[in-house]
């Protein structure tokens, strides 16, 4: 019966690291780029995007499509880096739990 307490002992304390993992992703950021610079995106959380910058040199007429696929490109990359910071938080969260597929479980990262 002690193994099972202390199975749920570390049970509760791995939903707690992993509660605050989702509020530490909640807050976390990432920036992304494109052009060289000329466009940057920032993202909060799950991927709200919360600063957008544009090089002046690209506000020109007929620029438009060049601008467009400059903001796709630098979203997708600050939402890759954002990924990999979420990811990296709830790896460290889950533990030696990170990776294993436990049947009849959700994978953990």
């Not at 530490?24 to 957008?52: F, H």
């Not at 910058?53 to 630098?74: F, K, R, T």
């Not at 889950?94 to 959700?106: E, V, Y």
């Amino acid at each position: 019966m002690k193994d099972l307490t202390d199975l749920m002992k570390q049970a509760q304390a791995m939903q707690q690291k992993l509660q605050e993992a989702q509020a530490r992703m909640a807050e976390s950021t990432a920036e992304g780029t494109s052009g060289g610079g000329l466009v940057t995106i920032a993202l909060k959380g799950p991927g709200e995007i919360t600063r957008v910058a544009i090089d002046d040199s690209l506000m020109q007429p007929g620029e438009g499509e060049i601008l467009a696929d400059l903001i796709v490109a630098a979203h997708a990359d600050a939402k890759r880096k954002l990924d990999e910071v979420n990811g990296e938080l709830m790896r460290q969260a889950a533990g030696p739990m990170a990776g294993m597929n436990i049947p009849g479980m959700p994978k953990l990262f």
